[in-house]
């Protein structure tokens, strides 16, 4: 009874105290389609991915009743990083969902005009809401709306003390004249967060990163795991892992709350419980403290991901291929940075098509057969072995009349039509690839039955085609394994290589569409398709993480195009739309949401990517 009271308590103080407005509220993900798009088109970074934020102390003054109920202490407001522009997973501050809408919108476009991000807080916001009226004059009717909504809200500088009074007015004098405000005195505490500014002290990492030889084998993840929808971003530092061996429960607030202190372990098999007290806990903390122990699952059951012994590797066909790459920071190329390896499976053995893809191999050559080249009867050539009696007739009909006749085309001719093009497929074999996609199958063994049927399907149309695979351990080792070649013919060796994929490495893919590209460049057809097939981002050991990875990769696709090729990505990426547009551009991907059914996909596709030829 006791507990039923203290939480009937608890919701109405909460209830009471808080001064948002729930029923208005607009959610980040109501407008997640249009947000990207928006963000891009009035001039934002189009590298940086959108998504949710996470709330950060803000340290304002809260009224008694806010402080009573515990509530109020943290605000989610707008700031951009080198890979992300971070909004709030709702917006609840005005009464009127119409605003709250327009302020996300005015949010993403003073990121995109985000001028001098060196300055202070408030001359970084002037200058910025300066910039956005200034190249979009249309905005400023919504702005003075958003401000004058905002001045209701926050506290008059009469009612305040001296120094945070003072503070007070240069706000309000900043946003409603920006660029008239050159210095900021903050009070002793700031009288409320400035909602259509982007944030003061965006959360950052701390502590020193990780270095690649410290980092533990990427796993896979065992089927469906639950997500954290808005993908929050956290504070986060990296600590060492403290020597002793007993973790220890914080003890006891004087407002009778228990808190977390101990590490707690990321892979691990708790029951849902206690997912969920980790996770409500962590949002209870203002910076989240990680640590390696070296202890996990992952070391317990793999050996570190060194390469392998030179007797136990496949075989070296080619090595010290090397290929420059893009340093985006530096926006300039580095020469002779990433070695190629051409690889061949050691001890792959000569089999034929698995038993239970053969059903379905056997009918899809019989639709690609409808797509192999054959000899048709052409009329009214110049030359033939054949008179075409119908132009001839035609042609004396015109002759007699006295009208002009160009030179005839009397013969009829028949002729072999050819299909000029030829297609490589690039395979990610890397770590990652040893995820499981159901009970009885990983997405490396989806990836080998798309190769085994793709293979069918093409031979059956007669195109020429290749097979690549790739990973990579740093730049000095990117592994690119020769599958299929374009003078090679389709057998039961190949199927051997096939039979014989597991997953590899790391995704240094730059590198590997670079290798991939000068191959298909030297084939003499009129249409060349780069057919790429992934799972993920490009990453690897090293500095390939996150934008740099993106970028390198955007930059070798646009010197495949240039090259006359025509890249296309097939991902199985749930999150691929969130850097695949800057990768390929709006139309040259396509995300497979079920990995399960990409074998029958990707044939599928590729006569849609053919259709013209």
Same mark, same amino acid.
């Given at each position: 009874?006791?507990?039923?009271?203290?939480?009937?308590?608890?919701?109405?103080?909460?209830?009471?105290?808080?001064?948002?407005?729930?029923?208005?509220?607009?959610?980040?993900?109501?407008?997640?389609?249009?947000?990207?798009?928006?963000?891009?088109?009035?001039?934002?970074?189009?590298?940086?991915?959108?998504?949710?934020?996470?709330?950060?102390?803000?340290?304002?003054?809260?009224?008694?009743?806010?402080?009573?109920?515990?509530?109020?202490?943290?605000?989610?407001?707008?700031?951009?990083?080198?890979?992300?522009?971070?909004?709030?997973?709702?917006?609840?501050?005005?009464?009127?969902?119409?605003?709250?809408?327009?302020?996300?919108?005015?949010?993403?476009?003073?990121?995109?005009?985000?001028?001098?991000?060196?300055?202070?807080?408030?001359?970084?916001?002037?200058?910025?809401?300066?910039?956005?009226?200034?190249?979009?004059?249309?905005?400023?009717?919504?702005?003075?709306?958003?401000?004058?909504?905002?001045?209701?809200?926050?506290?008059?500088?009469?009612?305040?003390?001296?120094?945070?009074?003072?503070?007070?007015?240069?706000?309000?004098?900043?946003?409603?004249?920006?660029?008239?405000?050159?210095?900021?005195?903050?009070?002793?505490?700031?009288?409320?967060?400035?909602?259509?500014?982007?944030?003061?002290?965006?959360?950052?990492?701390?502590?020193?990163?990780? *270095?690649?030889?410290?980092?533990?084998?990427?796993?896979?993840?065992?089927?469906?795991?639950?997500?954290?929808?808005?993908?929050?971003?956290?504070?986060?530092?990296?600590?060492?892992?403290?020597?002793?061996?007993?973790?220890?429960?914080?003890?006891?607030?004087?407002?009778?709350?228990?808190?977390?202190?101990?590490?707690?372990?990321?892979?691990?098999?708790?029951?849902?419980?206690?997912?969920?007290?980790?996770?409500?806990?962590?949002?209870?903390?203002?910076?989240?403290?990680?640590?390696?122990?070296?202890?996990?699952?992952?070391?317990?059951?793999?050996?570190?991901?060194?390469?392998?012994?030179?007797?136990?590797?496949?075989?070296?066909?080619?090595?010290?291929?090397?290929?420059?790459?893009?340093?985006?920071? *530096?926006?300039?190329?580095?020469?002779?940075?990433?070695?190629?390896?051409?690889?061949?499976?050691?001890?792959?053995?000569?089999?034929?098509?698995?038993?239970?893809?053969?059903?379905?191999?056997?009918?899809?050559?019989?639709?690609?057969?409808?797509?192999?080249?054959?000899?048709?009867?052409? *009329?009214?050539?110049?030359?033939?072995?054949?008179?075409?009696?119908?132009?001839?007739?035609?042609?004396?009909?015109?002759?007699?009349?006295?009208?002009?006749?160009?030179?005839?085309?009397?013969?009829?001719?028949?002729?072999?039509?050819?299909?000029?093009?030829?297609?490589?497929?690039?395979?990610?074999?890397?770590?990652?690839?040893?995820?499981?996609?159901?009970?009885?199958?990983?997405?490396?063994?989806?990836?080998?039955?798309?190769?085994?049927?793709?293979?069918?399907?093409?031979?059956?149309?007669?195109?020429?085609?290749?097979?690549?695979?790739?990973?990579?351990?740093?730049?000095?080792?990117?592994?690119?394994?020769?599958?299929?070649?374009?003078?090679?013919?389709?057998?039961?060796?190949?199927?051997?290589?096939?039979?014989?994929? *597991?997953?590899?490495?790391?995704?240094?893919?730059?590198?590997?569409?670079?290798?991939?590209?000068?191959?298909?460049?030297?084939?003499?057809?009129?249409?060349?398709?780069?057919?790429?097939?992934?799972?993920?981002?490009?990453?690897?050991?090293?500095?390939?993480?996150?934008?740099?990875?993106?970028?390198?990769?955007?930059?070798?696709?646009?010197?495949?195009?240039?090259?006359?090729?025509?890249?296309?990505?097939?991902?199985?990426?749930?999150?691929?739309?969130?850097?695949?547009?800057?990768?390929?551009?709006?139309?040259?991907?396509?995300?497979?949401?079920?990995?399960?059914?990409?074998?029958?996909?990707?044939?599928?596709?590729?006569?849609?990517?053919?259709?013209?030829?």
């Amino acid at each position: 009874m006791e507990e039923y009271i203290g939480g009937l308590w608890d919701k109405l103080i909460t209830r009471v105290a808080y001064r948002g407005f729930p029923s208005a509220r607009v959610e980040l993900k109501q407008i997640a389609g249009v947000a990207p798009i928006y963000f891009r088109a009035l001039g934002g970074d189009a590298g940086l991915n959108l998504q949710a934020g996470t709330a950060t102390t803000h340290g304002a003054r809260r009224l008694w009743l806010e402080r009573i109920a515990g509530i109020s202490e943290k605000v989610e407001l707008a700031w951009i990083d080198e890979t992300t522009l971070h909004l709030p997973a709702w917006i609840e501050h005005f009464p009127d969902s119409a605003l709250n809408r327009e302020l996300y919108f005015w949010l993403i476009a003073l990121a995109a005009h985000d001028v001098a991000p060196e300055t202070s807080w408030i001359i970084r916001n002037q200058k910025a809401t300066l910039a956005t009226l200034s190249a979009l004059p249309g905005l400023l009717s919504r702005y003075r709306r958003l401000c004058e909504a905002e001045f209701l809200l926050r506290p008059r500088p009469d009612q305040l003390p001296a120094a945070e009074a003072t503070a007070e007015k240069s706000i309000r004098l900043a946003l409603n004249d920006p660029g008239s405000v050159n210095s900021y005195q903050a009070g002793r505490k700031p009288a409320s967060p400035v909602m259509l500014w982007l944030h003061p002290n965006p959360p950052t990492a701390l502590g020193q990163e990780r *270095k690649a030889g410290q980092n533990q084998p990427q796993q896979p993840n065992g089927g469906k795991q639950k997500k954290d929808q808005e993908a929050r971003r956290r504070q986060a530092e990296n600590v060492t892992m403290p020597k002793n061996e007993s973790p220890f429960m914080l003890l006891f607030r004087a407002e009778s709350l228990f808190s977390w202190a101990e590490f707690v372990k990321v892979d691990r098999a708790l029951d849902e419980d206690e997912n969920d007290d980790a996770e409500k806990a962590a949002n209870d903390l203002d910076f989240l403290s990680v640590a390696s122990d070296g202890k996990t699952t992952a070391s317990r059951i793999r050996f570190d991901l060194d390469l392998p012994a030179e007797s136990d590797d496949d075989l070296v066909l080619a090595d010290g291929i090397l290929y420059p790459e893009w340093h985006y920071r *530096k926006r300039q190329m580095q020469e002779n940075h990433c070695r190629i390896q051409m690889m061949l499976a050691r001890d792959a053995q000569a089999c034929e098509l698995p038993v239970a893809l053969k059903p379905t191999a056997k009918r899809l050559r019989q639709q690609f057969q409808s797509l192999t080249p054959l000899r048709t009867r052409l *009329k009214a050539q110049v030359s033939g072995s054949d008179l075409d009696l119908d132009a001839c007739v035609r042609f004396a009909a015109e002759k007699t009349s006295g009208i002009p006749a160009a030179e005839p085309g009397l013969y009829l001719d028949q002729r072999q039509q050819v299909r000029d093009l030829s297609c490589l497929l690039l395979a990610d074999l890397s770590l990652s690839t040893d995820a499981w996609v159901s009970n009885s199958a990983r997405v490396i063994d989806v990836i080998r039955d798309s190769l085994y049927l793709f293979s069918e399907a093409l031979t059956a149309t007669g195109d020429r085609f290749a097979l690549y695979g790739f990973s990579s351990v740093r730049r000095d080792n990117v592994r690119f394994h020769l599958l299929k070649g374009f003078d090679e013919r389709y057998s039961d060796n190949i199927s051997g290589r096939l039979a014989a994929l *597991k997953p590899g490495y790391y995704t240094r893919m730059g590198a590997a569409i670079r290798h991939a590209s000068q191959i298909l460049c030297k084939q003499k057809t009129g249409r060349r398709l780069l057919l790429i097939l992934t799972d993920g981002k490009p990453n690897d050991l090293d500095k390939y993480e996150g934008r740099y990875g993106i970028e390198d990769t955007r930059i070798a696709i646009q010197e495949a195009r240039r090259l006359g090729l025509t890249p296309f990505c097939v991902t199985i990426d749930e999150k691929a739309g969130d850097y695949l547009p800057h990768l390929f551009g709006s139309n040259s991907y396509v995300v497979v949401k079920h990995a399960a059914e990409l074998p029958l996909v990707l044939p599928r596709l590729y006569i849609q990517l053919t259709a013209t030829q």
